[in-house]
């Protein structure tokens, strides 16, 4: 009996001494993987990784030890060594998306951008919601310099989770696309509204007070007669740069103004569609009366008697093109003009004895900064009643009958 009692009581402490073994050993790997935790979080990267190696050496079968010695490895600069943790606990888990992430910005690190987008395509089709993932391959796809696939991602990631910085980074594309300038942020908040007819923009035609609203216009024409702003204020009438505000009949303006305040025409083509040969009694863009006119990457176009027509108005023309019409560029009363970057070309082809800038009234100027006058057909660049002004500098002047 004393025997039997004396070897339970030895198995008794074997099992004893093992069970408590075990429980240090996995006390021992959380201690290493938590050490290694705080370490990563202050920046000590080279404890950080000795005390996730030894986490790994008690438990190999631990992901997260893995994937942490990987962000050490990344954070440290040793794009190579992470990915070989990242792909290790995928190895044990295939289904943490975090990781497989992780995976992706530790092979762009390493300029392996093929592997990278096709680890990214696999996940946005197992969880189209998550925008980084649109914005990763985008970045990807930018640097294998494929910037049809650039578009075709942003343009997949705005419609399926509609993720305004997506949609912001396709707009700036569209934008770069179209050589136009950037759009004026002039930091008032306004009501966006997305029209595809001229039919739909004429509704506002007339309406008295328009205010704080951004109309945006696609591709293609809009055909209006006299788009007429009463009283509008901090209006932006946005294209795209292929635009076209145009009109079949030559008695209407394109777009009059009248006593509006901060309004911006972007991106926009306007003018008469009509044979040189046939007679407009119009102009395209009239202002009366207004301030703090922006017409910002247009084209203005004839065959209109002038191309913007101006009445005790204030207004600035950026990176725009006034073309082909009948009687003057610009034709101005008490009114100032800046323009910037512009082009004058083909002016005054039905009108030969008239200028390209007509200014009359005490209050006239004109200022051109960079500008190109070529090909107008009118016998002088400028005609001032008393007390007008006009003045430029790097004026490029080529082909004009004056000459």
Request: negative net charge; aromatic residues 8%.
């Amino acid at each position: 009996m004393k025997r039997f009692v004396a070897i339970l009581l030895a198995v008794m402490l074997v099992v004893g001494l093992t069970a408590c073994a075990a429980q240090e050993a996995a006390s021992t790997w959380e201690d290493q993987y938590e050490l290694g935790i705080r370490y990563l979080s202050e920046g000590n990267y080279e404890e950080a990784i000795i005390a996730f190696t030894a986490a790994i050496e008690i438990d190999p079968m631990q992901v997260e030890a893995y994937v942490a010695r990987g962000d050490a490895y990344f954070q440290s600069g040793q794009p190579e060594k992470a990915e070989s943790d990242y792909r290790k606990a995928l190895e044990l888990d295939d289904d943490d998306d975090d990781t497989a992430s992780k995976l992706v910005d530790a092979l762009i690190q390493q300029g392996k951008l093929e592997e990278a987008a096709e680890i990214l395509e696999d996940l946005i089709e197992k969880n189209p919601s998550n925008p980084d993932y649109y914005d990763k391959l985008a970045d990807i796809y930018e640097q294998l310099e494929q910037p049809e696939k650039v578009q075709e991602t942003l343009e997949k990631g705005v419609e399926q989770t509609g993720d305004q910085q997506l949609s912001d980074r396709l707009e700036e594309i569209a934008q770069e696309a179209s050589g136009l300038p950037p759009v004026p942020d002039d930091g008032i908040s306004r009501e966006v509204v997305e029209m595809s007819s001229g039919d739909e923009l004429m509704e506002l035609s007339f309406a008295e007070g328009v205010e704080n609203l951004e109309i945006r216009l696609g591709d293609g024409d809009y055909n209006v007669d006299s788009f007429f702003l009463y009283g509008a204020e901090n209006v932006s009438i946005i294209g795209t740069g292929n635009t076209r505000l145009v009109s079949t009949y030559g008695t209407e303006t394109i777009i009059s103004m009248y006593d509006c305040d901060n309004i911006l025409l972007y991106g926009l083509i306007m003018g008469h569609d009509l044979e040189p040969s046939m007679s407009c009694s119009t102009g395209v863009v009239e202002l009366l009366s207004s301030k703090d006119i922006k017409i910002i990457g247009c084209d203005i176009y004839g065959c209109g008697l002038h191309g913007i027509n101006a009445s005790e108005s204030r207004f600035v023309v950026e990176n725009s093109i006034i073309r082909d019409c009948s009687m003057h560029g610009a034709m101005l009363y008490s009114s100032r003009g800046i323009f910037t970057n512009c082009t004058f070309s083909g002016n005054c082809y039905q009108y030969t004895s008239n200028p390209v800038f007509d200014l009359w009234g005490e209050s006239c100027s004109v200022n051109l900064n960079s500008c190109v006058i070529q090909d107008n057909l009118g016998e002088s660049k400028y005609k001032l009643a008393d007390g007008a002004e006009f003045e430029e500098s790097d004026t490029i002047e080529t082909g004009n009958s004056w000459q």
